[in-house]
């Protein structure tokens, strides 16, 4: 492609990598190609495209833009990020072993134990936090290392680098969810891991309208591998859920920075709250994988968590009542700011004891921040808060 290259910035990138004016008609924007199935002029004779499980060209541009994000080779969508996953996972046979971490996702770590369990893949759950941890949890069946940094709701880092250190030598693969961090501000790829995962219906797609997956790879084997799954289990995305999250990642840049300028800025004033007990978020010097924060990834991101008065659900449910531009919604990454009690939402399949083991109390709160004027969310934290 002439327009980008593997050296252009990456706000190039976002807006032109694996894009090219339609052919047909030099449509700027690519067209939401809407169709089942494709015309052969004769027996045999056809422009590339059959049916559209296996080709899409809306779909093929949102990976080959995926793909430039990251700095991979190769990129492949999914109808969600759980179908992303569940791809990947099939990758594996019986018997073998993967190692994640325990604050993974919710459902991740449903599909891993209530699915895949079952279907006789095994695995360990470690405080992926401590690179020992992981390592003590490798064994001679381990195919695949899967972390998720930082984790949600407790922004827990995992360091990447030194986790490729310790599975390159065992040919182990190691996977890392970037949902939160977004190639804006972190590329495992660069790092050694074999796959960056996305949840695009985060903040790729930025703006809440859709739901979607996808795996960024520069390994031959593996993509061919994970292709055939895209076509042979079917999970694919349809054309216009991929044109909105082309429509979004051509914006990722700008939104990022601002994600984070007002993330910052509420972060410093929740930290110094007299109605806040903890905070947590990469960006404060208090964190502690703070230096682990600067040193893997470019910005800290719009997600900040943290626990209003005494921790108890009365106090969270106080503060989260009162929140009037912050939407109380489940999920991240858009334009607009959201807030999330994650013990009654997100993560009520996790065991109590499990989260207070962990410092996650029953009236921790998520912040989703969005992008509005940050003298207005500024206003509306602080009114919430005054509730306590
Ligand atoms: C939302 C999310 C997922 C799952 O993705 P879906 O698109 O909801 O299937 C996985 N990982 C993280 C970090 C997420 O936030």
């Known amino acids: 492609m002439a327009n980008v290259t ?81 791809a990947l996972i099939q990758t594996l046979s019986t018997g073998d072993h993967v190692v994640c971490g325990q604050n993974t996702y919710g459902g991740t770590y449903r599909l891993f134990d209530k699915v895949w369990k079952r279907h006789g893949l095994d695995f360990t759950f470690v405080d992926a936090t401590s690179v ?29 680098a030194a986790v490729v250190k310790v599975a390159k030598p065992k040919g182990i693969r ?24 996305h949840s695009v219906t985060k903040y790729l797609n930025g703006h809440s309208d859709m739901i979607g997956g996808a795996l960024l790879t520069s390994d031959d084997a593996l993509h061919e591998q994970l292709r055939f799954l895209q076509n042979a289990a079917g999970a694919v995305p349809g054309p216009m859920d991929c044109f909105l999250c082309l429509r979004g990642t051509k914006t990722l840049a700008v939104r990022m920075q601002r994600h ?5 800025e509420l972060a410093a004033i929740l930290e110094k709250h ?20 600067k040193r893997q990834a470019s910005g800290f991101g719009g997600m900040i968590s943290f626990i209003p008065g005494d921790g108890s659900l009365e106090a969270g ?16 990454g858009g334009v ?22 962990m410092g996650f109390e029953d009236g921790l709160l998520r912040l989703s921040v969005g992008i509005e004027d940050v003298a207005d969310l500024r206003a509306d934290l602080e009114q919430a808060l005054g509730g306590l």
């Open 274 to 293: 007299k109605a806040v007990t903890r905070v947590f978020y990469p960006g404060l010097a208090s964190h502690p994988q703070h230096e682990l924060a």
């Open 336 to 357: 607009e700011s959201l807030v999330c009690h994650p013990a009654s939402m997100t993560h009520a399949s996790v065991p109590r004891e499990h989260r207070l083991s």
């Open 6 to 86: 593997s050296k252009s910035g990456i706000s190039t990138k976002a807006i032109h990598a694996g894009q090219h004016p339609d052919p047909t008609t030099g449509a700027v924007m690519t067209p939401i190609y809407q169709t089942s199935t494709y015309a052969q002029e004769s027996l045999g004779n056809h422009k590339g495209f059959e049916y559209a499980r296996t080709h899409n060209a809306t779909r093929a541009a949102l990976e080959g833009n995926l793909a430039g994000l990251e700095g991979a080779k190769y990129g492949l969508s999914f109808g969600s990020g759980l179908a992303a996953t569940n």
């Open 260 to 264: 984070d300028e007002n993330a910052r």
């Open 317 to 332: 449910r106080k503060v989260f009542n009162r929140f009037q531009l912050f939407t109380r919604a489940e999920s991240l």
């Open 132 to 160: 020992d941890a992981i390592a003590a949890a490798c064994k001679p069946n381990t195919k695949m290392i899967f972390v998720e940094t930082p984790t949600n709701p407790l922004m827990q880092l995992t360091d990447i």
């Open 174 to 197: 190691v996977v890392v969810d970037n949902t939160f961090m977004t190639p804006y501000f972190q590329r495992p790829l660069e790092l050694g891991a074999d796959v960056a995962f």
